[in-house]
């Protein structure tokens, strides 16, 4: 399965964007969906989550702001950031893994399975 990650940009702090990860394969409807983000010198950190019936985790630091969604027909995923902050500039990716992944499993990137390429996302003024 390969993601394609994308809708990311420079943006201005308090605005919105909606990045989209589309599988080449219908894969998504049964998988759990994931977003991690990398922002500069700094390890990769999970942002959301959503399983396959649609279940949603997100990390304290985006929680009331980002939402994860998706849409299986179009076998996309998508984070909707709201009131984007500049400490959320980073290179945003998608991840599938299994559903039978237990919720501890969830934060973690190595138990997910296929990765895009990431899209990057810069909050600044």
């Known amino acids: 399965v390969q993601l394609q990650a994308s809708g990311g940009g420079l943006v201005q702090p308090g605005t919105s964007l909606r990045l989209s990860c589309t599988a080449s394969e219908g894969a998504i409807s049964t998988k759990t969906v994931g977003w991690f983000r990398q922002a500069p010198g700094k390890k990769r950190e999970f942002v959301a989550a959503?399983?396959?019936?649609?279940?949603?985790y997100s990390s304290n630091s985006v929680r009331g702001r980002f939402t994860i969604s998706r849409d299986n027909a179009k076998n996309t995923a998508y984070l909707q950031m709201n009131s984007l902050k500049p400490e959320d500039t980073a290179i945003y990716y998608c991840?599938?893994?299994?559903?039978?992944?237990?919720?501890?499993?969830?934060?973690?990137?190595?138990?997910?399975?296929?990765w895009g390429q990431g899209t990057l996302v810069t909050v600044s003024s």
């Open positions: 959503m399983r396959r019936y649609g279940t949603t």
């Open positions: 991840a599938l893994g299994s559903d039978r992944l237990i919720v501890s499993s969830l934060y973690v990137e190595e138990n997910y399975d296929a």
